[in-house]
């Protein structure tokens, strides 16, 4: 009875189809299964359907970009959110010209670097999702100007790298209060993967007050958003080692918030597979039973 509640398909920058997400949760023996793309819902018609076909249970998500006035991202997971909610298709729309255009800047600067990437090969890989770094790797790829993925970010994509242009976003406070107006459930995606420039003096740790593996900024920005209206943490992502995993589920019991496992597959763009991480069935209903009560929005 496990749920992965956090993959991505070609409707962002996995490189699997909804459909194909489906399959491989059932195929892994999930009991369900959510489709969370980068500030999207496209996805959701599809996985639903072959959820359904597989006889899995379908969690509608979508992980959005915030960031902190640092420009460092923060994503934040809402699930069961109303995709006809005024706010977030006005944002999810907002995001995508604001990623065309990072994109466009990110272009610049490679050519700076003396790397003349297109604008049309980029296009070609992301097709009709919202651009990301990883379409940009990809071409990056296919161009011969690195090895692989992972030296496409490590030498010029990467948060603080060459070519790493932020984007500009809700601060994370503000994403969770757009997702709970939608009718969703907000959790904060991957707390454990430091994300954006790196800090000249790496920041205290209160980790579980002595493990010394969390943050205090991190805990700091999540009772921000946890006033805001934050339910959860993804303390079980597939990146973090199982004392961070640890870590985080004890600062969750501290705040009585619920914690989800997830992959965050991308297809073969990241070395994880659906239901490499999970969410117990019994968690899934907590987090459902949060679901704020917004007018209009039937279950
Ligand atoms: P974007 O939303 O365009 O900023 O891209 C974010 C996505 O890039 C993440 O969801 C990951 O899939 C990928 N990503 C970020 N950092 C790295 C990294 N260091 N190595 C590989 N992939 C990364
Ligand atoms: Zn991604
Ligand atoms: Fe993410
Ligand atoms: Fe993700």
Same mark, same amino acid.
């Given at each position: 009875?496990?749920?992965?509640?956090?993959?991505?398909?070609?409707?962002?920058?996995?490189?699997?189809? #909804?459909?194909?997400?489906?399959?491989?949760?059932?195929?892994?023996?999930?009991?369900?299964?959510?489709?969370?793309?980068?500030?999207?819902?496209?996805? $959701?018609?599809?996985?639903? *359907?072959?959820?359904?076909?597989?006889?899995?249970?379908?969690?509608?998500?979508?992980?959005?970009?915030?960031?902190?006035?640092?420009?460092?991202?923060?994503?934040?997971?809402?699930? $069961?959110?109303?995709?006809?909610?005024? &706010?977030?298709?006005?944002?999810? &729309?907002?995001?995508?010209?604001?990623?065309?255009?990072?994109?466009?800047?990110?272009?610049?600067?490679?050519?700076?670097? *003396?790397?003349?990437?297109? $604008?049309?090969?980029?296009?070609?890989?992301?097709?009709?999702?919202?651009?990301?770094?990883?379409?940009?790797? /990809?071409?990056?790829?296919?161009?011969?100007?690195?090895?692989?993925?992972?030296?496409?970010?490590?030498?010029?994509?990467?948060?603080?790298?060459?070519?790493?242009?932020?984007?500009?976003?809700?601060? #994370?406070?503000?994403?969770?209060?757009?997702?709970?107006?939608?009718?969703?459930? #907000?959790?904060?995606?991957?707390?454990?993967?430091?994300?954006?420039?790196?800090?000249?003096?790496?920041?205290?740790?209160?980790?579980?007050?002595?493990?010394?593996?969390?943050?205090?900024?991190?805990?700091?920005?999540?009772?921000?958003?946890?006033?805001?209206?934050?339910?959860?943490?993804? &303390?079980?992502?597939?990146?973090?080692?199982? #004392?961070? /995993?640890?870590? $985080?589920?004890?600062? /969750?019991?501290?705040?009585?918030?619920?914690?989800?496992?997830?992959?965050?597959?991308?297809?073969?763009?990241?070395?994880?597979?659906?239901?490499?991480?999970?969410?117990?069935?019994?968690?899934?209903?907590?987090?459902?039973?949060?679901?704020?009560?917004? /007018?209009?929005?039937?279950?």
């Amino acid at each position: 009875m496990a749920f992965d509640l956090h993959t991505h398909t070609t409707c962002s920058d996995g490189t699997t189809s #909804p459909e194909d997400n489906a399959a491989l949760a059932a195929a892994a023996g999930l009991t369900g299964l959510a489709v969370s793309d980068h500030d999207t819902t496209d996805g $959701w018609e599809r996985a639903a *359907g072959a959820c359904d076909r597989h006889g899995i249970e379908f969690v509608p998500g979508i992980e959005l970009s915030a960031e902190l006035s640092s420009g460092r991202s923060v994503h934040v997971l809402g699930y $069961w959110c109303d995709a006809g909610d005024d &706010g977030l298709v006005a944002e999810c &729309g907002r995001l995508r010209g604001e990623r065309e255009r990072r994109a466009r800047l990110v272009l610049s600067r490679l050519a700076a670097l *003396g790397v003349e990437l297109s $604008w049309e090969a980029v296009a070609r890989y992301a097709g009709d999702a919202p651009v990301g770094r990883p379409h940009i790797a /990809a071409a990056l790829v296919a161009l011969g100007a690195v090895p692989d993925h992972g030296a496409a970010f490590a030498r010029y994509l990467g948060d603080g790298a060459p070519a790493y242009v932020p984007k500009r976003a809700l601060a #994370p406070e503000d994403a969770v209060r757009l997702l709970r107006a939608a009718g969703g459930v #907000p959790v904060l995606a991957h707390p454990g993967r430091p994300r954006g420039p790196v800090a000249a003096t790496p920041p205290a740790s209160v980790g579980v007050a002595a493990t010394g593996l969390v943050a205090a900024e991190a805990v700091r920005l999540i009772d921000r958003m946890v006033a805001a209206g934050l339910v959860g943490i993804e &303390g079980d992502h597939a990146s973090n080692e199982p #004392p961070t /995993a640890a870590a $985080w589920r004890e600062v /969750a019991l501290e705040r009585g918030l619920v914690v989800t496992g997830s992959s965050d597959f991308h297809g073969d763009r990241k070395d994880v597979r659906i239901g490499q991480r999970t969410t117990s069935a019994a968690v899934v209903d907590a987090l459902r039973s949060l679901a704020p009560a917004v /007018a209009g929005v039937v279950e």
